[in-house]
């Protein structure tokens, strides 16, 4: 069981708009603004694509987004397309016994 | 170009160790914090260790506490964990990936993996 929730499947059209929730609790999600986002295909290394909850690395397209309340973050892809099938899976700073948590990972089929 | 490259991934048994190592190149490797993250076949991400760029100050998943010895040698631009006491479950890829200079833990770059397989 991961630290972090996430719901196991979403999908979504072609130009579509899709969420992605990730629920944790006040010692990880909603204590810290330190929440990160990790898109990953199949046989591949995971990839940053959003971090500090809202901010996209150089590279990362502007369709994706981020955001938080409470203790829950969330990744909106929007303008689906293809390439964006992929799993992926959110990740929080935790203090300093925890460390770092992950959820168990998201897998967006675009139909 | 950033590149971080895994090996020393194989077959072992239970109880028994393995040394992984990670060449980074590209950066400068001394003034980065370093990670350890695994996936088990076909299940999500697990981090696993850490340690900073400074004081090298080393923190370990309560799953693998007291049996991972996390390390670097600044002049080799390598990353190591050192796995003792090996379990079926401790089966997966590990990725060594850098912390981002930001505050908070990011993972900004990944190697392509190694893979760890305990098995009798």
């Known amino acids: 069981q991961s630290a972090l929730t996430q719901p196991r499947s979403v999908s979504g059209s072609p130009g579509q708009s899709v969420t992605i929730s990730c629920t944790g609790t006040s010692s990880d999600v909603g204590g810290y603004n330190y929440v990160s986002w990790y898109q990953q295909h199949p046989g591949k290394a995971p990839k940053l694509m959003i971090y500090?909850?809202?901010k996209r690395p150089s590279g990362v397209p502007y369709r994706f987004s981020g955001s938080k309340s409470g203790n829950t973050a969330s990744l909106t892809i929007s303008g689906l397309q293809a390439e964006d099938e992929a799993d992926y899976y959110c990740?929080?700073?935790?203090?300093?016994?925890?460390?770092?948590?992950f959820g168990g990972g998201t897998k967006l089929t675009v139909l | 170009e950033v590149q971080l490259v895994e090996s020393g991934g194989g077959w072992v048994q239970p109880g028994g160790s393995l040394r992984l190592s990670c060449a980074a190149s590209g950066f400068t490797f001394r003034s980065y914090s370093m990670n350890w993250v695994r996936q088990a076949p076909g299940k999500g991400l697990e981090w696993v260790s850490y340690?900073?760029?400074?004081?090298?100050?080393?923190y370990y998943a309560d799953s693998v506490k007291g049996r991972f010895t996390i390390s670097r040698d600044n002049a080799k631009n390598s990353l190591y964990l050192q796995m003792n006491s090996l379990r079926a479950e401790d089966t997966a890829v590990y990725y060594c990936?850098?912390?981002?200079?930001?505050?908070?833990?990011?993972?900004?770059?990944w190697g392509q993996g190694t893979l760890v397989t305990v098995s009798s």
């Open positions: 990740c929080s700073y935790a203090g300093r016994y925890t460390f770092v948590v």
């Open positions: 500090d909850v809202s």
């Open positions: 990936a850098r912390d981002d200079e930001n505050p908070g833990i990011d993972f900004d770059y």
């Open positions: 340690i900073s760029s400074g004081d090298s100050t080393t």
